[in-house]
């Protein structure tokens, strides 16, 4: 199983959001480059870079970021939020991501979406599934949809997405663990599928629990600021 460690990004400091409230923010590290860096000097190869202030504001915004640490590594990044348009995906790819993050337009614009799998190619996204209580959620969580995270998986993957990550935002940015029994269905009913565990992750142990069902990589954010699991530990590991 990888370690994808997590960098949101806020005004381009790297910071964690208590279940993505803008209002419960903890600014980490003014230098994100320096934050990756770390990451990659500790032996991990993959990044999660998640851009706040685009998400708010429905546009790709802190695209400079991930070209400045795309040219300072050689981390496989995944950036997403705020990609909203072609022009978005286009910066996105262009600036160094290996991959495009979608959540909400896979949501509410399929005809968009499924587009972009036919013209760049679904292996250059990475599918993001938010999900309260098994449903789809969007908007930064704000408004839960009657969409099953089951069905939204299968749509897509019948359209070729293999990557997917899944955050049960109830549990995000708690440190509280994640939520084994609804990862561990996904993995059975999906057994194809490159799944990601995203939020909750707040120990070795937990991490030990995801291998153990399944999991083909763990995003690990606020775990690692707050100093519950070193990158020494995640190197190991």
Known sequence: MQIIPAIDLIDGKCVRLTQGDYNQKTIYNENPVEVARSFESAGLNRLHLVDLDGAKAGKVTNWQVLENIAAATNLTIDFGGGIKTEEDVKIV???????????????????????????????????????????ITVGGWLETTQLSVFDFIEKYQDKGVQNVFCTDVSKDGLLQGPSLPLYKEIIQKFPNLNFIASG??????????????????AIVGKAIYEGKVTLEELSRF
């Open 93 to 135: 790819l262009s600036s160094g991501a290996r991959f495009a993050t979608i959540g909400s337009i896979a949501v509410k614009n399929e005809l968009l979406f499924t587009e972009w799998l036919e013209k760049y190619g679904p292996d250059q996204f990475l599918l993001g599934a938010d999900v309260k209580n098994s449903f």
């Open 200 to 217: 909750g992750v707040s120990s070795l142990d937990d991490l030990h629990a995801l291998r153990e069902i399944g999991c083909t990589a």
